[in-house]
């Protein structure tokens, strides 16, 4: 049975950083990543990342966030920096591999002064 346990996120002023992790268990996951949903608005891809350490992200993130993975760990980070009001949303974790995707709870994140 697959878990992820997602944590870090918060409330943080603009500028701010705030780092959100995911530890998936049950078994090894080619691509893991992050999607966030704000309010009235769709899910969307924020960053992804494969074993193999390949990257992706949104425009409107680059060169504020970075993504990485521990894969001893089956675990994935996402690293956000220079936060801005835009970037609060509610964040999910989302691993796949082969035919098969899971989703974390999603944790909240809120950048606000």
Request: glycine share 12%; net charge positive; proline share 3%.
């Given at each position: ?67 990485s ?15 801005k ?17 899971f ?11």
């Amino acid at each position: 049975q697959v878990q992820l346990v997602e944590s870090g996120g918060g409330l943080v002023q603009p500028g701010g950083s705030l780092r959100l992790s995911c530890a998936a268990s049950g078994r090894i996951f080619n691509l893991m990543g992050w999607y966030r949903q704000a309010p009235g608005k769709q899910r969307e891809l924020v960053a992804s990342i494969t074993y193999g350490s390949n990257t992706n992200f949104a425009d409107s993130v680059k060169g504020r966030f970075t993504i990485s993975r521990d894969n001893a760990k089956n675990t994935v980070y996402l690293q956000m920096n220079s936060l801005k009001p835009e970037d609060t949303a509610v964040y999910y974790c989302n691993v796949r591999g082969g035919l098969l995707a899971f989703w974390g709870q999603g944790t909240q994140v809120t950048v606000s002064s």
